[in-house]
């Protein structure tokens, strides 16, 4: 798992973002039909996704959040193996980032628990900040050397 540095967790990342595009979809249309919702007249969004069962939209509200926050994960991942920073604690800390992304995904796609949710968000922020401290000591934005 650690021959490739900080792109396993991206391509990872990527995979659970198509997973709940599937979801997504495998959950909307359904509800769509169910609804009688006519795509043409939703184009441009509103009320008749409103209409929707409260567990499509949760899934769609999932895979809007998974194109917000990871974006600055794949950037920060990439800078972290550009630097040559593909070290043991960054590979981990990016596992760990991914895990807990799939956690609240899944949080948010079923009982969403606002609390659970938030926390396990607030805990992936908290890697995101550890790697993105990581990448800023390894371009010289952070310097530690007073510590020694």
């Keep these: 798992m650690y021959e490739h540095g900080m ?4 391509v990872a990342m ?5 997973l709940m ?4 979809y495998a959950t909307r249309i359904p509800a769509m039909a169910k609804a009688k919702v006519d795509p043409e007249k939703i184009k441009d969004g509103g009320a008749p996704f409103d209409m929707l069962p409260v567990g499509p ?7 809007n959040h998974l194109h917000e926050q ?5 950037a920060i991942c990439f800078a972290l193996q550009f630097l040559d920073q593909a070290h043991e604690i960054n590979i981990g800390l990016a596992w760990l980032y991914v895990v807990l992304r ?3 995904s899944l949080i948010q796609a079923t009982v969403n628990i ?3 949710r938030w926390l396990v ?3 992936a922020s908290l890697v995101l900040a550890a790697l993105t401290f990581h990448a800023a000591m390894a371009v010289g934005m952070v310097d530690l050397s007073f510590l020694h």
Aim: hydrophobic share 70%; aromatic share 18%; no cysteine.
């Design 14 to 18: 990527v995979i659970w973002t198509m």
């Design 114 to 116: 606002i609390m659970i």
């Design 70 to 74: 990871p974006t600055l994960f794949y």
């Design 57 to 63: 939209r949760r899934v769609a509200s999932n895979y």
């Design 102 to 104: 799939i956690v609240h």
């Design 21 to 24: 595009l599937v979801w997504l």
């Design 7 to 10: 792109i396993a967790p991206v």
């Design 121 to 123: 968000f607030m805990a």
